[in-house]
């Protein structure tokens, strides 16, 4: 396992999903997640802007929500798009988005 394979364990990306986001192979993926090879520096700055993606979406969807009138049931019920070309069209990535929102709120219940 590597940095790179953890990242794209967190945003939830599959192997050909991470080669069409990245332009790049899918060897190449396989081979930065199970290798101590590193992918070049413009594959990580993408994956950070495609992790900055995620975060807004997630803050944005915890600060549109309506705390005063917010049911823990509610927490089951978020959904939220990821904006951005990165993330925007991959399940993984609107998961990410969506648990980390939905942890945000959960605050509230703590």
Same mark, same amino acid.
């Given at each position: ?9 967190? /945003? ?29 520096? +413009?594959?990580?700055?993408? *994956? ?16 549109? #929500?309506?705390?005063? +009138? *917010?049911?823990?049931?509610? *927490?089951?019920? /978020?959904?939220?798009? /990821? ?6 069209? %991959?399940?993984?990535?609107?998961? #990410? #988005?969506?648990? *980390? ?7 509230? %219940?703590?």
């Amino acid at each position: 396992m590597s940095n790179f394979s953890d990242i794209m364990g967190y /945003v939830g990306l599959s192997t050909g999903e991470a080669a069409a986001a990245l332009n790049v192979s899918e060897d190449e993926i396989v081979r930065w997640c199970s290798t101590s090879d590193a992918p070049p520096l +413009h594959i990580w700055q993408s *994956l950070v802007r495609m992790l900055d993606e995620i975060r807004y979406s997630a803050e944005e969807a915890a600060k549109g #929500a309506d705390l005063d +009138h *917010l049911d823990a049931s509610d *927490l089951n019920s /978020v959904q939220l798009m /990821v904006p951005g070309q990165a993330a925007s069209e %991959f399940a993984g990535p609107k998961r #990410a #988005a969506t648990a *980390l929102a939905v942890a945000a709120l959960a605050r509230v %219940f703590v």
